[in-house]
């Protein structure tokens, strides 16, 4: 099989499975806390990007690191996974699956709106017309279709979804410029945010032993949020010609993330909910259309 198809089928695999995390947080959530969802789902992706590592022979790269990488790890690790997550999956128990994931969904507008204090970056008229749209969909959502009389389901967990695209962009900006191995980079920063979680788990809420449907929750995200899909996804983008070709299957993601939601969580799509995901996408498609200025 050719290096682009092998490329598309990665793709394909990693949109799937990154399509059912919003039910898999939801129905967790049952069962865990916020806190400890992370935690468990944390020990999953730690020792799956460890076992990784191993089988690539590539575990002599924690050795070979400087003070300074391990600053980064500790400041990434931060960010994502403790800062996002906590916020994320905190979202996810206040607010239905089908509001938390489309408004978690706008972190490529976030990226822009963050572009400029932080790399220069100009905007355009333009651009500022596609943030509108996407920030359309987002009142259209979080009000259920009631923009006019601009009441929130959860004003709330709006915001707490809302701030983890923020704090997704600025990973993404940051990590953007940390030239090390993927994996091995994405091994630390979970090591480090373990660390920062344990002591915020212990002071804000317990450690326990899960039954077997809060373990295996647990488990399927540290796995298919944090870790195979991102193997999948790297995978991907190194096997295709160009980023362009495979990049636009994301889009998919957050429309079977509904389909999932309606049949394993149990929600009623409301209208609002899928006229708000269009507003979003539409936004985030035109402001990375190549001609937009």
Known sequence: MEKQKQ?????VIAVLLWSTVASAFKISLRYLDFLQLLFYASITS??????VLLIQNKLYLLKSYSRKDYLYSALFGFLNPFLYYIILFKAY?????QEAQPLNYTWPIMLVLLSIPLLGQKVGRKSFFAIGISFLGVLTISTQGNILGFRFTNFNGALLALGSAVIWALFWIYNKRDKRDDIAKLLLNFIFGFVYLLVVLLFFSKITIPDIKGFLGATYVGLFEMGITFVLWSKALKLSKTTTKISNF????PFLSLMW???FVGET?????VIGLIFIVAGIALQQYRGLS
């Open 7 to 11: 490329s598309y089928a990665y793709t």
């Open 46 to 51: 730690i020792i799956f990007l460890f076992v």
């Open 93 to 97: 128990s206040l607010l239905p699956a």
């Open 250 to 253: 994301i889009y998919l993601v």
């Open 261 to 263: 939601v309606h049949f």
């Open 269 to 273: 799509i409301l209208p609002a909910t």
